[in-house]
């Protein structure tokens, strides 16, 4: 099994492009995460799903938008970039929430605005 | 609102020392607690969690957290720092069945 998968691994984009992170796990989980990670704030959790088709709001969720058209992906996507949004992004994955939310992350992608 | 304290940004040991590495959470409800290490250039994976069983939980490469209601504390510790062992490490609770708060991190540094 691969486990959760992201692509790309690096990214630098010019401040107002678009893109989109695809983010991919083969453990069959229902939820699903994106995580920005920035130097001495932790992980900050973007955006969520719950299950395939829906979508929620995180922590610090403006910028982005989401989506879970099959259970196995969660894109993030990128409307207009800025540089306030260079960072490390994961996605991670979890069976369930409570003591089922052990979650497993992706590698992670680097994505620098100019 | 929950939220989870990691004292101290960077801690550094000596290799063969002990680990200690804290952690203070606050929850309305009784809280799922876990640890996490991550390795440069790494996702994070699951050190050890707790979910109301024993109170000292073992974790994978020899580390171990003891639950301590009274002080709202879930330490990380291991007896014998290896040099494999540097990393940053996060310390996440989840109230009940609500979202995960990650902390800040600790990075970890093994000085041999």
């Known amino acids: 099994n691969a486990g959760v998968t992201q692509t790309p691994k690096f990214r630098v984009l010019k401040t107002g492009q678009s893109m989109t992170l695809l983010c991919a796990q083969d453990m069959n989980h229902e939820y699903m995460y994106w995580y920005r990670q920035d130097p001495g704030m932790g992980l900050r959790l973007i955006h969520y799903?719950?299950?395939?088709?829906t979508t929620a709001k995180g922590e610090v969720p403006d910028g982005y938008n989401v989506s879970r058209l099959k259970k196995q992906n969660f894109l993030l996507g990128l409307e207009s970039a800025a540089p306030s949004q260079t960072s490390v992004y994961f996605c991670?994955?979890?069976w369930g929430v409570g003591p089922y939310n052990e979650q497993f992350f992706g590698p992670g992608t680097r994505l620098t605005v100019l | 609102a929950q939220s989870v304290t990691q004292l101290g940004s960077h801690v550094s040991v000596s290799e063969g020392a002990l680990v200690l590495l804290r952690c203070n959470y606050s929850s309305s409800v009784p809280p799922y607690l876990f640890w996490y290490v991550q390795y440069p250039n790494q996702g994070l994976q699951l050190l050890l969690k707790?979910?109301?069983?024993?109170?000292l939980v073992k974790g994978i490469n020899g580390f171990e957290a003891e639950f301590k209601k009274s002080e709202t504390s879930f330490h990380l510790t291991k007896p014998s720092a290896h040099m494999s062992d540097a990393a940053e490490y996060f310390c996440a609770v989840v109230p009940g069945y609500q979202k995960v708060t990650f902390g800040t991190g600790t990075k970890l540094q093994v000085i041999p």
């Open positions: 799903s719950v299950g395939e088709g």
């Open positions: 991670a994955s979890s």
């Open positions: 707790y979910t109301s069983a024993a109170t």
